[in-house]
């Protein structure tokens, strides 16, 4: 299968290519091909390219689509999926909440992405003073409504935050989705607060699930994923801005139960049997709940414990600080620790 997305060096100029080559975050110009995959979500045949930088291991798209053409790729099936995943995990919100009270207990705390405030509102009460950035009218509102929050609909890079704004910052799996991935975290470490955090969790693309996986491994979310980080990647820009690392830590998802599907969309394709996308899908049927069910408790856990032999886990949770005044960033990175710690549950 071929695509006009995918390139190759007969079809570019030299000064493209070079453009194309040139990593988004550290600025080195050595990066290679790293994958071609396409949207398994929405069952579609376009293929897309990954390029790798040699230098710091960021994973980028090539040629993403440009933001008004974002909206075929995401659209009312992929919105409500987000949306029913995020109102229905209070356990996944709560570990968060604990998680950033090790760190703030209260004060100021900007949400980025924040979708219809299922994280704020774990933290509606007198401790916080809440805000988000939404680029849905219709889930801000909803944010809005839930826990108070103050919501700025639009881009992140649009948002009229003063310096110095906030005690904490965070952004769960929204940062993959941002075409300038760097400008945002120089706008994060301008609106924290000398001392405030950044908690951000991201996929991780130098897994033991994408190293199994490939171009079949959920997270990659093509085209709508369009930064993929490591732990390196993302400790390197986040130095880059000035922020110090306190935590990272790399943790077990579901993605396996997903990517195993999208292998077995594609046996069936070939064998001429074309299975409704994960995208489409609605709600399962009894039966079905009874499969998955079994599913998750024989062959999951089976596969996962053979996936971790091959790696770290596929999502990536850490906390940077912005250094008080007079302490030097990198100062704490002897604190800093990169592990497994578990199985996290979307
Ligand atoms: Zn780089």
Not at 83 to 112: C, F, H, I, M, N
Not at 125 to 154: H, P
Not at 179 to 193: D, F, I, S, T
Request: proline share 5%.
């Amino acid at each position: 299968m071929t695509s006009e997305r995918v390139f190759t060096s007969s079809t570019i100029t030299n000064q493209q290519q070079q453009e194309l080559l040139q990593c988004t975050t550290c600025g080195e110009s050595d990066a290679v091909p790293f994958l071609v995959a396409p949207d398994r979500f929405h069952s579609r045949k376009t293929l897309y390219q990954l390029l790798r930088c040699q230098a710091c291991s960021m994973v980028w798209l090539s040629s993403a689509p440009r933001p008004q053409e974002m909206v075929e790729h995401y659209g009312p099936d992929y919105d409500k999926k987000i949306a029913a995943a995020g109102e229905t995990s209070p356990d996944r919100w709560r570990d968060r909440t604990g998680v950033l009270t090790q760190y703030k207990q209260e004060g100021t705390l900007l949400d980025l992405g924040c979708s219809s405030g299922s994280f704020l509102s774990t933290l509606k009460g007198n401790a916080w003073d809440l805000y988000g950035i939404e680029m849905s009218t219709e889930s801000a509102s909803r944010a809005q409504e839930r826990c108070g929050a103050k919501v700025f609909v639009g881009d992140i890079l649009d948002a009229p935050f003063e310096p110095g704004s906030f005690d904490a910052i965070t952004c769960f799996h929204v940062f993959e989705h941002l075409y300038h991935p760097r400008e945002v975290l120089q706008k994060v470490a301008r609106w924290l607060k000398p001392g405030g955090i950044f908690y951000v969790l991201v996929p991780n693309i130098d897994s033991a699930g994408e190293r199994v996986f490939q171009s079949y491994w959920y997270a990659l979310e093509l085209p709508r994923h369009l930064s993929h980080f490591s732990p390196k990647s993302l400790s390197a820009v986040a130095a880059s801005v000035g922020l110090e690392k306190l935590s990272l830590t790399t943790h077990r998802e579901v993605f396996i139960e997903y990517s195993t599907h999208y292998i077995l969309d594609d046996i069936l394709a070939k064998l001429g049997i074309a299975r409704t996308s994960l995208a489409a899908s609605g709600p399962a049927s009894l039966g079905r709940k009874v499969i998955r069910k079994v599913y998750r408790l024989t062959v999951q856990p089976l596969l996962t414990g053979l996936i971790s032999l091959a790696g770290d886990g596929e999502s990536i949770h850490a906390i940077f600080r912005k250094p008080v005044e007079g302490t030097q960033a990198g100062s704490h990175a002897s604190s800093a620790r990169v592990s497994q710690s578990g199985v996290v549950h979307l």
